[in-house]
């Protein structure tokens, strides 16, 4: 089964500064889906940003962007100018192309201090 | 807003006590997926539906159990209650299998 680590329980992060969250994963699918979603204090999930596996071009969300690096099965979410509305927790998750379950990291949790 | 809806949104009940919660995904999504989450702990996946088939199974314990509806919403009743199941329950849905989920509100469950 995939399997996908958080080594960063928790981050925190100047407002206005730059932070980058990380997650790896394990896999022996050739393609497959990445995610990285929010859950703000509400507790509401907020899909963040997607990469698909066969694309090499890293996606970008206005201030947030991944580092995809798929030898190293890394993927990795930068939040650049961080404001205070980002301080929430943020999931990595897996799931395989035509697949029927996504598979979730423990989260990190980003502190955005003013 | 997702679109996606779950009913109720709190839920306190007893253990032993036997409840329904209720999601209905955005429109047009053929999809369905439960969840739990306890306190501070990442999502578990449950269960997956896709149009009326139950797709795949996750950690979900013998007294859950799901369905998905001909109009597409779906129901995850919880029996025999622990004090353990207190948790909150988010269902996801998409429109295909290789797309993103989009997650409901969550239902919070308190088994007292």
């Known amino acids: 089964a995939q399997t996908v680590t958080q080594s960063q329980p928790e981050m925190s992060v100047q407002e206005a500064e730059t932070v980058t969250l990380s997650c790896t994963y394990d896999?022996?699918?050739?393609?497959?889906?990445l995610f990285w979603y929010k859950q703000p204090p509400s507790r509401q999930m907020i899909l963040v940003i997607r990469?698909?596996?066969?694309?090499?071009q890293n996606a970008t969300e206005n201030r947030f962007s991944v580092n995809f690096q798929k030898a190293a099965k890394s993927f990795s979410l930068k939040i650049s100018d961080s404001q205070l509305g980002d301080a929430a927790m943020y999931f990595c998750?897996?799931?395989?192309?035509?697949?029927?379950?996504?598979?979730f990291g423990t989260g990190t949790s980003l502190t955005v201090i003013p | 807003d997702s679109g996606v809806t779950q009913t109720p949104k709190h839920l306190i009940t007893a253990t032993g006590q036997r409840v329904t919660l209720r999601c209905s995904p955005r429109?047009?999504?053929?999809?369905v997926y439960w969840y739990q989450q306890s306190l501070d702990q990442g999502l578990q996946f449950l269960i997956h539906?896709?149009?009326?088939?139950?797709?795949a199974k996750g950690n979900i314990l013998e007294r859950f159990s799901a369905q998905q509806f001909p109009d597409l919403h779906s129901e995850l009743n919880l029996s025999s209650l622990e004090l353990g199941d207190s948790a909150l329950y988010f269902c996801?849905?998409?429109?295909?299998?290789?797309?993103?989920?989009?997650f409901g509100p969550g239902t919070r469950l308190t088994v007292t």
């Open positions: 990469q698909e596996a066969y694309k090499q």
């Open positions: 429109s047009g999504d053929l999809s």
């Open positions: 998750a897996y799931r395989s192309k035509g697949g029927n379950q996504f598979y």
């Open positions: 539906y896709y149009n009326g088939e139950e797709r």
């Open positions: 996801a849905s998409s429109s295909r299998p290789n797309s993103e989920q989009y």
């Open positions: 896999t022996s699918e050739s393609d497959y889906y």
